[in-house]
């Protein structure tokens, strides 16, 4: 084995290999090592003590807290020089539809041809609906579990389609993955097949508080009711095999809607290559969080009724994501010469209410999506004390193996000593859990970096800025400036995996994009 020799320079950041078979890196040029350097713990420090204050009430999307954060962010991209993204200023503004649903008001009532089943309201959970309804004898179709595949060939216009609740305690990060992709196809599918009604049985499980949903346009306003029945017996039913028909009686009240004018906040860097500077590469975050205990509901993970403390500050989740995303910037705005690439700083809303932020953004770019080279989104940087153990020095990537992105990231790691790596249970399960698969599914290499997967006050209301590691969050943050310059300024934009079958659906969305571009 040929040896290996490493010498730190004194130059500061610069750390280079020396192997028989390897060039010798290039140097740093100055004007990135002054860059990282300007990155500073303090700043995140001062940022996130006000972004994550009880002042903005958890951020919530729609809210007051949530709109002064983002006058907030656009404060800082101004202070930074960079040029206006938005519509409006920095403002990418969307109106939307809030929609309050109400608890049910009458029982819900299952006919057999020898019995009937009456379930009181209080163990009926609305989950969506459009509007009011009366359900009066409809045909109940059963299925075995929530997949599409299991839709092929029915009528169920009219019907209402019956499933018990997915089951992902204990199974693996890739399966619950899986699961959840399932589970979101097999609703879209009867959404889209004129089923009259959507209901999953749940057992032993306290109830969740009626939804509330937000909307990007009026049309996803017209919902099909779902709902969640709490019963082991009509459980135990349907998990018997039976031709048994079954009808159903409902009386599904309207839901309470206002409209909500929400903002993504976005910066550029415009590029300094007459071509390249046509495309570009995002750097993102989402700013909200999930408000106060009245505003949380099934979101909350970690909340007492009994606690003083009613605020979901989102410190780690996602203000350290947002105030990483300012500080990069901060230090990037005046470096000279400028990347080739344009580099597009963005702070998204909503990511707590589906990741609406990323999605509105992604039917809404700045720049095409056909020149969007990749997109670097931030989340959980903050927190060291993981569940998995202390987290110090590492960062981790979702779609460790699906594109070239994490190649960037593990160069710029190992040049300033933190370790770059793929955690085997999150890397795959995270991926569809973040503002990346909004992109990701339009065609863009985008991976979420994270320190912490899960953590203690993980949507509790102790995630607070307190708690935080600034040094090492600063750290983490100059591995991601390193690697979004590196990025920007490489002639060759980063690709999927084709090797990685899981990376098929992105490499399809690519060649879309790039098709319905020209």
Do not use: C
Not at 219 to 247: G, Y
Not at 280 to 293: F, P, R
Not at 444 to 462: C, E, M, S
């Amino acid at each position: 084995m040929q040896k290996l020799v490493r010498l730190t320079i004194a130059a500061p950041f610069l750390l280079l290999a020396v192997h028989s078979n390897e060039p010798v890196a290039a140097p740093m040029p100055i004007a990135v090592r002054q860059a990282l350097a300007a990155i500073s713990a303090d700043e995140l420090k001062g940022n996130l003590s006000f972004l994550a204050s009880d002042a903005l009430q958890g951020r919530y999307t729609p809210s007051p807290g949530l709109d002064v954060a983002a006058e907030f962010i656009a404060s800082k991209f101004r202070a930074a020089g960079l040029e206006p993204g938005g519509e409006h200023d920095y403002f990418q503004e969307a109106e939307m539809v809030d929609r309050r649903l109400p608890n049910l008001e009458k029982s819900l009532t299952v006919y057999m041809s020898d019995r009937k089943m009456r379930f009181p309201a209080a163990d009926i959970a609305l989950k969506a609906s459009g509007q009011a309804r009366r359900f009066d004898h409809i045909p109940v179709v059963i299925l075995p579990e929530a997949d599409a595949n299991q839709l092929k060939g029915l009528d169920l216009k009219g019907k209402a389609v019956l499933v018990p609740d997915s089951d992902w305690d204990q199974s693996s990060g890739e399966e619950r993955s899986v699961g959840f992709r399932k589970l979101r196809a097999f609703e879209r599918a009867v959404a889209s097949s004129g089923a009259a009604a959507a209901i999953t049985i749940v057992r032993h499980k306290q109830m969740a508080s009626p939804a509330r949903l937000l909307f990007t346009d009026e049309a996803a306003a017209e919902r099909t009711p779902a709902l969640s029945i709490r019963s082991d017996e009509l459980a135990k039913l349907v998990a018997t095999p039976t031709r048994e028909k079954m009808t159903l009686t409902a009386e599904i009240p309207g839901p309470n809607d206002t409209k909500a004018a929400v903002k993504n906040v976005i910066g550029i860097l415009r590029g300094s290559d007459p071509v390249l500077s046509k495309t570009a590469v995002l750097l993102t975050a989402h700013y909200d969080h999930i408000g106060t205990v009245e505003t949380a509901g099934p979101m909350s993970m970690h909340s007492s009724p009994n606690s003083a403390d009613r605020i979901y500050n989102g410190a780690n989740d996602d203000g350290s994501g947002t105030v990483s995303v300012i500080e990069v910037a901060r230090a990037l705005a005046n470096i000279q010469p400028r990347p080739k690439r344009s580099i597009v700083f963005m702070a998204f809303f909503g990511e707590e209410r589906g990741e609406l932020g990323s999605q509105f953004y992604g039917k809404h770019p700045v720049f095409p999506v056909a020149k969007t080279v990749a997109d670097l989104n931030l989340e959980q940087l903050g927190r060291t004390d993981s569940t998995n153990g202390l987290q110090t020095n590492n960062a981790s990537v979702t779609g460790f193996d699906y594109s070239d992105v994490t190649g960037f990231l593990e160069r710029a790691g190992a040049r300033l000593g933190v370790r770059v790596y793929q955690d085997t249970d999150a890397s795959d399960e995270y991926f569809t859990r973040s503002d990346n698969e909004a992109l990701a599914e339009q065609g863009v290499p985008a991976h979420t970096i994270a320190v912490a997967f899960d953590f203690p006050d993980y949507h509790g209301v102790g995630d607070e800025w307190q708690k935080i590691d600034y040094e090492n969050m600063a750290k983490v943050d100059r591995m991601v400036l390193l690697a979004l310059f590196d990025i920007a300024n490489s002639e060759r934009a980063p690709n999927w995996n084709a090797q990685n079958p899981k990376t098929e659906r992105f490499r399809n969305g690519r060649m879309s994009s790039v098709n319905g571009s020209q």
